[in-house]
């Protein structure tokens, strides 16, 4: 069970890393998560500011620290709890979901369950 959280939330972390740094017509990056928030300018640019941050996953992926992962997202979401209403949190959980829906993350859960298989 650990396996596949750890798996899990590695695949979150790796997309969102993914996503974040794509940039096109078709990508608001981030933004896209928070824009139906209605965040005053203070709040948003602290938004932006941690979801911005999620890069450094990549950064914990390619130096072999995998067990440093979750930890990392759970203190960007504490982060993000200390900026958000409960009610904002939601509605930005729901658009992160609505924007995962239509995406194959199988090449980063297969990639995760390489790098865990070693690990656990």
């Not at 997309?15 to 928030?37: H, I, M, P, Q, T």
């Not at 009610?87 to 199988?106: L, P, R, T, V, Y």
Request: hydrophobic fraction near 40%; glycine fraction near 8%.
């Amino acid at each position: 069970m650990k396996k596949l959280i750890l798996i899990g939330l590695a695949v979150i972390g790796i997309s969102g890393v993914a996503y974040a740094s794509s940039y096109g017509e078709d990508c608001k990056g981030a933004n896209r998560f928070v824009e139906n928030l209605n965040l005053d300018e203070a709040r948003a640019y602290e938004v932006d500011q941690i979801l911005n941050s999620y890069r450094q996953v990549g950064e914990l992926a390619m130096s072999g620290e995998f067990d440093q992962i979750p930890v990392f997202i759970d203190e960007k979401n504490a982060e993000l709890a200390t900026v958000l209403t409960d009610e904002e949190m939601i509605q930005f959980k729901e658009n992160i979901g609505e924007w995962a829906a239509g995406k194959d993350f199988s090449k980063y859960k297969k990639f995760a369950e390489m790098a865990f298989s070693d690990k656990h």
